[in-house]
């Protein structure tokens, strides 16, 4: 599966463009509750919809079939998520399902896991929801950022909020890594003239 071609530099412009709207710089962590509020998006923990031990009866039967999830009631989006998910975890995920919201792709598909409702999504929209979801978290301008204050993924991980997979990721992916190693090579060829 591959993204739509300008997809990634779209996704880019567009965290940048989200940040700008939310009063924030380029380098700022986002935080994907004001986020939500800022389209008008409510985020409810499923533990305020039915039981915790039903959630937890859930994760027994299958671990990680719920993440989270939105709705659509009387032309409100919810996002709800799952309590038992670390709030790194749980930043993902809103920032995931934010993004369908965002892309506008369909919420109406649903399957059951265990007699509870769930959206399904088609395959490329997810890897754009995912997508899209990390380059808002952790735009490639941040990365540089960060990455020029010597900060490793897993430090930028507890430094934005974000899991140590989703920085270990958006470094690798985004080019950041390379430009890092070029950039250390330029500086010892200029400590070596010198
Ligand atoms: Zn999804």
Known sequence: MTLPRGFKAKAE????RLRNELGLRDTDALKVEALAEHLGVKVVSADRLIDRTRLEDLERV???AFSAATFQINNQSYVVTNPLRAPERQTSDVAHELSHIMLGHDLTEVREVNG???RTCR?????Q???FGGTILLPRTLLLDAARRKLNPEQIAAQYGVTDEMARFRYNTTGVAKQQVRGSRTTNTWGAKA
């Open 116 to 118: 509870m409702p769930f």
């Open 123 to 127: 395959p490329d929209e997810e890897e």
């Open 62 to 64: 299958q671990a990680y």
């Open 13 to 16: 412009r567009e965290a940048l």
């Open 129 to 131: 929801a995912t997508a």
